[in-house]
T-cell receptor
Framework: AQSVTQPDIHITVSEGASLELRCNYS??????LFWYVQSPGQGLQLLLK??????LVQGIKGFEAEFKRSQSSFNLRKPSVHWSDAAEYFC????????????FGAGTRLTVKP | ETGVTQSPTHLIKTRGQQVTLRCSSQ?????VSWYQQALGQGPQFIFQ???????GRGNFPPRFSGLQFPNYSSELNVNALELDDSALYLC?????????????FGPGTRLTVL
């Protein structure tokens, strides 16, 4: 079964600085990959997803992620962080043959310093 | 706003009791998935329903059960509550059975078991 590792539990960046959140996955074939954001008291909101094709994926709120098969990674990036980006970020991997088996990482909490 | 609502927002129960959590999916979404998110963890898949039939189940015991209704509402029932059942319970709806369908999450129900 697939699995996801988010190595960083907590990251702090200054407002306006760039951001990269790491995600590593384990899956036997080309995975379906997702990044979600969760603000306090909110459900999960999809930022972006990768199924196939161009390995650089653009999402909402200025986020992008790059799928690197050789590194089994799907890191999330943003060139300039805003205070409103402070939240919990989850990477998830889906099974392309079993649409109900989505595995989430433990999340990375992002703090933004003024 | 995802159009997915959950009730109640918060709930406190004692060990051994039973609880029912409710979810209202987006209109037209035939698939609903339920997740358990323990504190500091990513969501874990409980089960999925498609057109009122259970369509897949994660590693949860039978005391976790569900129902889906024709009006796009669904329920998660948990019997014989245990302390470890304390968590945020999320439902997510999607249009169909395609693994590439986006799941839209509700804000969750925070269950505390004392």
């Amino acid at each position: 079964a697939q699995s996801v590792t988010q190595p960083d539990i907590h990251i702090t960046v200054s407002e306006g600085a760039s951001l990269e959140l790491r995600c590593n996955y384990s899956y036997g074939a080309t995975p379906y990959l997702f990044w979600y954001v969760q603000s306090p008291g909110q459900g999960l909101q999809l930022l972006l997803k990768y199924f196939s094709g161009d390995t650089l994926v653009q999402g909402i709120k200025g986020f992008e992620a790059e799928f690197k098969r050789s590194q089994s990674s799907f890191n999330l990036r943003k060139p300039s962080v805003h205070w409103s980006d402070a939240a919990e970020y989850f990477c998830a991997v889906g099974d392309r043959y079993n649409n109900n088996d989505m595995r989430f990482g433990a999340g990375t909490r992002l703090t933004v310093k003024p | 706003e995802t159009g997915v609502t959950q009730s109640p927002t918060h709930l406190i129960k004692t060990r051994g009791q039973q609880v029912t959590l409710r979810c209202s999916s987006q209109s037209g979404h035939n698939t609903v998935s339920w997740y358990q998110q323990a504190l500091g963890q990513g969501p874990q898949f409980i089960f999925q329903y498609y057109r009122e039939e259970e369509n897949g189940r994660g590693n949860f015991p039978p005391r976790f059960s569900g129902l889906q209704f024709p009006n796009y509402s669904s329920e998660l029932n948990v019997n014989a509550l245990e302390l470890d059942d304390s968590a945020l319970y999320l439902c997510a709806s999607s249009p169909g059975q395609n693994p590439t369908d986006t799941q839209y999450f509700g804000p969750g129900t925070r269950l505390t078991v004392l």
